[in-house]
């Protein structure tokens, strides 16, 4: 990356000072597969309703904000669009989560002067659901009513009294797969955030973070975290860990962050990560980002603004979404874990998602792959030596079969409602409608095919025999394979 020199400005703020993570920070998505993941996004209120904002010289305290709504329809009453356009048109949508969060701790607020000092008084109470929001895909002509679950609501938290920021997030991949890359325009509605003045100031915004698989893409680890941190005068640090980069060359490692609140007229926040070396946090920098003043109100892809938006303000007002290659020092080969640390000692500002991706080793890839779909080696497996009652006469004579004992030997997937036995397994998906077309395709050939959903990975499995005689089941399996339409079948243990 790019360093350049700045001027540091210090400033007094009024807003309460305080150390908190609310919400602790959890994996929420974690891959391994040839792909990418990227982001699209906007701020969804500004000075402006339609026309894009880029002044960075006054403090968002002093702006009165409006709802942006860029669309024409009447049934919503804030909107903001971004798009992308993906060329490989091989790529598949793996994971689509849509984040939408803002300041709110009542609809509408007024600014007053008293002994020389601003005040903020509410002049709207919050109203309506902010959980509820409206989702358009490139292949919609209407919204789709979306619903999210809250990661954070500040209403009632007395360290966050005078904004009450929220968080809320949802999963749309099914709504974005009907589309192999889903190229085009997607358009967020009705996101609730309070309109005026507001202690601090008022910002909203929404961003979608996508993860798709393609061949054509290097073999890498995909991870996103998401949590609520309010930080001020303090810091937090994000280990991302489970992934193993490859043997040699530049690694290729990238990290997204999102805050909201970072005012672009306050500085002494910073992002960076641990130099492996030093154990010490280098802290990024860019000619969009200052090292002093990292979280400013910015849509950021490494050292460019991300444009394909309406509107495409440079200034987003509060709202911070960042994608950045890290530097080569910082991510190694054959490196297993890198800590992520964002701070701040003088603007206010709440973190609530960061993701991370690497190239990563082909023997590391292949492994956790193979664990993903619990074919594991037998020498790695619990021993189980003991024959199931509910085991046939037959198939306690073929014990000593290798592949059988693989199979009594091999740890069993535990899935809600499914009756307990051994099941062939014709395919995996991440994607459901995926698996849909694939048990389709199977029952067009006469087989009884059906679906459930691993909770572990989320993924999809299509089964098309099942018993609670596994020598059964493995001769039904050897007798599948033969088919030229199955590559690979397998016999998994269940409940």
């Known amino acids: 990356m790019k360093a350049f020199f700045s001027v540091l400005i210090t400033c007094f703020c009024l807003n309460q000072i305080y150390s908190q993570d609310e919400v602790k920070f959890q994996i ?9 993941a990227f982001y699209i996004g906007n701020n969804i209120l500004s ?61 509408k607020g007024g600014r007053g002067v008293k002994n020389n000092t601003y005040y903020y008084k509410q002049t709207e109470e919050r109203s309506g659901d902010f959980t509820q929001i409206k989702f358009k895909t490139p292949e919609s002509k209407a ?28 999963d749309v991949t099914d709504l974005m797969t009907k589309k192999s890359n889903g190229n085009g325009e997607y358009s967020v509605a009705n996101v609730r955030a309070t309109e005026g003045f507001v202690s601090g100031g008022s910002t909203a915004g929404w961003f979608l973070f ?20 309010g930080l001020s005068d303090n810091s937090v640090d994000i280990e991302f860990k489970n992934f193993k980069t490859k043997n040699n060359g530049n690694v ?49 892809i490494d ?30 080969n054959n490196q297993e874990n890198a800590t992520l640390r964002l701070g701040s000692k003088a603007d206010r ?33 619990e021993q189980d030596s003991e024959a199931s009652p509910q085991e046939s006469k037959d198939t306690k004579l073929e014990r000593n079969d290798e592949n059988i004992q693989k199979i009594l030997k091999s740890r069993k997937l535990n ?55 596994v020598f059964k089941v493995y001769k039904s399996q050897q007798k599948l394979v033969k088919l030229d339409y199955f590559k690979e079948i397998w016999v998994f243990k269940i409940n």
């Open 28 to 36: 929420y998505k974690q891959h391994y597969l040839k792909g990418d």
């Open 415 to 469: 899935i809600p409602g499914l009756k307990n036995g051994y099941y062939v397994i014709t395919n995996v998906f991440s994607v459901k409608t995926n698996a849909d077309k694939w048990k389709e395709f199977l029952v067009s050939k006469g087989h009884n095919a059906e679906i459930f959903q691993n909770p572990k990975n989320n993924w999809y499995y299509v089964h098309i025999y099942n018993d609670i005689d």
């Open 303 to 332: 050292e460019k603004y991300f444009t394909k938006r309406t509107p495409n303000g440079a200034n987003t007002l509060g709202f911070d979404v960042a994608k950045l290659r890290i530097p080569n020092n910082l991510i190694t």
């Open 349 to 381: 500002f709440y973190f609530y998602f960061t993701a991370f991706k690497t190239e990563i080793n082909e023997d590391f890839h292949k492994k956790k792959i193979e664990e993903e779909l619990e074919i594991v080696d037998v020498k790695n497996e």
């Open 143 to 170: 919204y789709n009513d979306v619903k999210g679950n809250i990661l954070f609501d500040g209403l009632n938290n007395k360290n966050y009294q005078d904004n009450a920021p929220y968080v809320c997030f949802a």
């Open 210 to 229: 996508i993860i798709y698989e393609s061949d054509l893409q290097e073999s890498r680890y995909i991870t996103a975290y998401n949590g609520f941190s």
């Open 47 to 107: 000075k402006n309703n339609k026309t894009p904002y880029g002044t960075f010289s006054i403090i968002n305290d002093a702006i009165s904000m409006n709802y942006i709504d860029v669309d024409s329809d009447t049934s919503t009453f804030s909107s903001s669009n971004a798009s992308y356009n993906l060329k490989d048109e091989n790529a598949r949508i793996v994971s689509a989560t849509l984040y939408w969060t803002a300041v709110y701790p009542y609809s």
């Open 252 to 300: 290729n490692a990238t990290v997204f962050v999102a805050t909201l609140e970072g005012d672009s007229k306050l500085s002494r926040d910073q992002c960076g990560l641990f130099d492996p070396k030093t154990n010490k946090v280098q802290y990024f920098q860019n000619k969009l980002r200052a090292q002093s003043n990292f979280f400013n109100g910015k849509l950021t």
